[in-house]
């Protein structure tokens, strides 16, 4: 399988005398005006002209209309209705927009995907370019509606968007403020502290099961990850939840229960409004599918006051994790160890606890939250000791 080919025998590809095929994308072409040259700079610039961003004030609020050329009904076209910028973060480093079902939920996202050069219309952020239901190929604006062409995955169907038209009254979802989604946390902030002095502790169990294993007198091992916030507002006694009710990773898909994809979720946004979402961590769908950072992200449009990973290896063992740089999440997240994290779960779910945590501020910075002791004598006498130990 491949996106280019020229099938010429030459030696690198700026020789090749044929022309090129493509095979990716909406549709294949053969084209014989493609010329290839080698440059020494792997700054993308030197190759290409580059975008420059020209708008001062950008669309926060825009009525849509998609018509397609086998005469749909504009107004039933799924695309069609208001669509609003998310005014507190971007995506790829560019603004996106979203509009909403009946019930006030996000229905559909329009964003920049800056690896495909497209900008997209999906349920979610998709990044394979075979998944993505609409696109339009403008790439040179920061605004996606001069887009009046957006292509679908079937080869010619394409739909029309018409940035003048007027919805009919029944047909545009008005936003509750409270409906809408939040990326603010809920209670009140009572200090400030960056994420290096900040502290995770069990602050209550309703049935006392997770206090007989988690000491409420000290903090849980845990550690910040390497994304945003770098800093946040301390918080007590918010409800722990876990992540589908629980459901284990190796019962996670694709399209069912993805943490990449809130599309997916068999829970909706009233289960994690307001709490905190303890979640396993997976290398797949953390590592290799999208960021934990996404995780946090998706969370965060559901109304999640923070994010616990729990370490999936190791017993005890918690370190950083990283993240997208083209994400901009403010609430935070800390991983705990792989035994925190599963007594929680089960005293959850197995007996029914209702847990809460509080987010803390170490009131004295000059000491580290987390330190590391290792025996190195060739004896080995205290080797027990080894392992992080967390400040209380």
Not at 155 to 172: A, I, K, V
Not at 219 to 237: C, E, G, K, V, W
Not at 337 to 347: D, L, M, P, R, W
Request: net charge negative; aromatic share 16%.
């Amino acid at each position: 399988l491949y996106e280019g080919i020229c099938r010429d025998e030459v030696s690198t590809p700026d020789k090749c005398g044929e022309c090129w095929e493509f095979h990716q994308g909406i549709q294949s072409e053969i084209n014989c005006n493609i010329i290839v040259h080698a440059i020494s700079s792997t700054n993308e610039a030197d190759c290409m002209r580059q975008p420059v961003n020209t708008i001062t004030t950008p669309t926060t609020e825009i009525t849509l209309c998609f018509s397609d050329p086998i005469g749909s009904d504009t107004y039933e076209t799924p695309f069609t209705g208001k669509w609003y910028m998310d005014p507190t973060t971007t995506y790829r480093n560019r603004n996106y927009w979203y509009t909403l079902d009946t019930n006030g939920y996000i229905k559909y996202v329009m964003y920049y995907d800056d690896e495909w050069r497209y900008w997209v219309i999906d349920q979610y952020f998709v990044t394979e370019p075979g998944m993505m239901d609409l696109i339009c190929y403008k790439y040179d604006e920061f605004e996606p509606f001069n887009c009046d062409t957006w292509h679908t995955q079937t080869p010619g169907l394409t739909f029309t968007m018409d940035t003048t038209c007027t919805l009919q009254p029944s047909t545009s979802p008005t936003p509750a403020p409270t409906d809408m989604p939040s990326v603010s946390p809920t209670p009140n902030p009572t200090a400030l502290c960056s994420e290096n002095n900040k502290y995770v502790a069990i602050s209550h169990s309703a049935n006392g099961v997770v206090t007989f294993f988690l000491d409420t007198e000290q903090a849980l091992t845990s550690y910040h990850t390497n994304f945003p916030p770098y800093q946040s507002m301390d918080f007590y006694h918010e409800k722990i939840v876990v992540f589908e009710n629980g459901l284990p990773p190796t019962n996670w898909t694709v399209s069912k229960s993805n943490p990449c994809n809130y599309n997916t979720w068999q829970y909706n946004r009233s289960y994690y409004e307001g709490n905190i979402v303890l979640i396993q961590y997976d290398d797949f769908y953390g590592g290799l599918s999208c960021t934990v950072q996404q995780w946090t992200w998706m969370f965060e449009q559901y109304g999640a006051v923070a994010v616990l990973i729990a370490n999936n290896k190791d017993s005890v063992h918690v370190y950083a994790l990283p993240g997208d740089p083209t994400l901009v999440t403010s609430i935070p997240t800390r991983m705990i160890s792989e035994y925190a994290g599963n007594t929680i779960i089960h005293s959850i779910g197995m007996y029914n606890d209702e847990v809460y945590a509080d987010f803390g501020c170490y009131e004295h910075t000059e000491f580290p939250s987390l330190v590391c002791l290792t025996d190195y004598s060739n004896v080995g006498n205290y080797v027990y000791l080894d392992g992080e130990y967390q400040r209380q």
